[in-house]
C-alpha cells in the first residue's frame, strides 16, 4: 500500500527563479511532494511570454517547467515586499534562486541576510559560473556553457561543426544537480540543526558532464572531436539507415552481441573476420566495418531490422522523432505523458515524473500557476494576513507599482 502523503510533503520552498534551470530544479521537487510558492515580479518570469506556441495566453515553454507550483508576486526592490518575503522566509525550509551574483544582495534576500532571519534555510544558489572565479561576474545561458565546457565540440557529425545538444542539458543538469544537492542539504540539517548555502555554477556542472571522454583526454592528452552517431571505443555502438530511411541504433558491446549481430545480419562469416574478431580489432578497423554494415542495414526495412535484433537479445532502437517517442507503448504505459486540467479551462498534456517509488504516495499533478494567481491565498494562509493588511501592503507597492485591486488569473492574449 502506497503511504498516504508523497515523499516531500511539508516541505516549503520559496522559489526565485526563472527561465529553465531553476524551474526545472523546483518542478523535479514539487514532483516529489514539496510546496513550491513561486514568487515573480509583477511582468512575471519571462519564459511566459517565449512563443512560438501558447495555451489561452500562456507559454507552452512556461507550461512544460512550472506544473503544481503556486505564484505570487512580490517586488523585492520595495521595502514592503521584502518584509513579506522576510515572513515567507521565517515559515520556509529553502530558498533558491538564479540571479547573477551579487543583485540578492542588493534585494536584500542574499544568504547571510536570510540565515539571520532563519538559522535553517537552506539557501540555493544557480548561475552561469558560481560565486566565485573572474567569470562569475557574466551572464550565462545554456548555449554559453555548452560552448565553454567542451560539451559543444563534442556534439555534431564527424568533419561538421559543433552543434548545440537537442535538448538544454547545461540548464537542464545544473537543475537536477540543484535538486539533489538541496536534498543533499536537507538531510544534513537533520543532524546539525542547522541550513546553509549551495553554489551550484552551470559550468562546473557541464564539464562535470564531459565523463569518460574528458577522462580520456586526462589520460592520453589527446581532444576528442565531434562524436557524431557513434561511439568513440564501441564500432557497433551505433546508428546505420534502414531501406525505408529510419535510422536504427544498436549497442552490441560484447563480444557475444557481435556474434548475433552478424547473424541477425545474414553475415555469418563476418563474425570470424580476422579484422573484427574482438571489439579492440573491431575499433582498429572501423573504418573498413562501418561500410559493410551500412550495406547490411540498408538491405532491410526498420521494423524488419528492429525485430531480427530483439529476438537475438541485441539492444537496439528506432531513432524516434519527439511525436514518436512521446506516443512509444512503454512511454505511454510509464505515464511519461499527462492530462492536467487547466485553471484558465480546458485539459494541457505535460511530461510526466520520471521517478517512481515502490510505496510513497505521488504528488498529484496541478495546472501551472498564472501570474499572481495565489498571492492572496498564500499571504491569507500561510502568513495568516488580514485583508486590511494585504490591501496596505498594496499600498505600499509591495505587489508592484500598478497593483490591480485583486488578484485573478491573467487573462489570455495571445493564441
Not at 514518436?324 to 510509464?334: F, G, I, K, N, S
Amino acid at each position: 500500500m502506497n503511504s498516504a502523503k508523497p515523499l516531500l510533503h511539508g516541505l516549503r520552498i520559496l522559489d526565485l527563479t526563472q527561465f529553465l534551470a531553476g524551474p526545472f530544479c523546483t518542478q523535479i521537487l514539487t514532483d516529489l511532494g514539496a510546496e513550491i510558492l513561486k514568487i515573480e515580479p509583477q511582468a512575471g518570469d519571462p519564459t511566459r511570454a517565449l512563443p512560438p506556441y501558447f495555451y489561452k495566453g500562456e507559454s507552452a515553454y512556461f507550461l512544460a517547467i512550472n506544473r503544481t507550483k503556486r505564484s505570487l508576486v512580490l517586488d523585492l526592490s520595495t521595502e514592503a515586499g521584502r518584509n513579506v518575503f522576510y515572513d515567507l522566509v521565517r515559515r520556509a525550509d529553502v530558498v533558491i534562486e538564479a540571479f547573477r551574483p551579487g543583485v540578492t544582495k542588493k534585494l536584500g534576500a542574499d544568504y547571510d541576510a536570510i540565515k539571520n532571519i532563519n538559522p535553517r534555510i537552506v539557501y540555493c544558489s544557480i548561475s552561469g559560473f558560481g560565486q566565485d572565479g573572474p567569470y562569475a561576474p557574466r551572464p550565462a545561458y545554456d548555449m554559453i556553457v555548452q560552448a565553454l565546457s567542451g560539451a559543444m565540440s563534442l556534439t555534431g557529425e564527424i568533419g561538421g561543426r559543433p552543434v548545440r545538444s537537442g535538448t538544454p542539458i547545461g540548464d537542464l543538469n545544473a537543475g537536477q544537480s540543484a535538486a539533489t544537492a538541496i536534498l543533499a542539504a536537507l538531510w544534513e540539517r537533520e543532524h546539525s540543526g542547522v541550513g546553509q548555502s549551495i553554489d551550484i555554477s552551470m559550468l562546473d556542472v557541464q564539464v562535470s558532464m564531459l565523463s569518460y571522454l574528458g577522462e580520456y583526454y586526462l589520460i592520453s592528452g589527446d581532444v576528442p572531436g565531434l562524436q557524431g552517431r557513434g561511439h568513440m571505443s564501441i564500432p557497433t555502438y551505433n546508428a546505420f539507415r534502414a531501406c525505408d530511411g529510419r535510422d536504427v541504433l544498436i549497442c552490441a558491446n560484447t563480444e557475444r552481441m557481435w556474434q548475433q549481430l552478424c547473424e541477425a545480419l545474414e553475415m555469418a562469416a563476418l563474425a570470424n573476420d580476422p579484422r573484427f574478431e574482438t571489439n579492440e580489432r573491431r575499433h582498429a578497423n572501423r573504418a573498413e566495418l562501418e561500410p559493410i554494415l551500412e550495406r547490411a542495414f540498408a538491405k532491410y526495412d526498420c521494423a524488419n531490422l528492429l525485430a531480427r535484433f530483439h529476438e537475438r537479445g541485441i539492444p537496439s532502437a528506432p531513432v524516434n522523432s519527439v511525436a514518436e517517442a512521446l506516443a512509444d507503448p512503454q512511454v505511454v504505459h510509464r505515464r511519461m505523458v499527462r492530462a492536467v486540467a487547466h485553471t484558465l479551462g480546458g485539459e494541457i498534456r505535460v511530461l510526466g515524473n520520471p521517478i517512481k517509488f515502490s510505496r510513497s504516495h505521488e504528488a498529484d499533478f496541478i495546472s501551472p500557476p498564472t501570474l499572481g494567481q495565489h498571492t492572496e491565498s498564500v499571504l491569507r494562509e500561510v502568513l495568516e494576513y488580514t485583508p486590511e493588511r494585504i490591501e496596505t501592503l498594496r499600498q505600499e507597492g509591495a505587489f508592484g507599482p500598478q497593483s490591480t485591486a485583486d488578484f485573478e488569473p491573467a487573462k489570455p492574449q495571445r493564441k
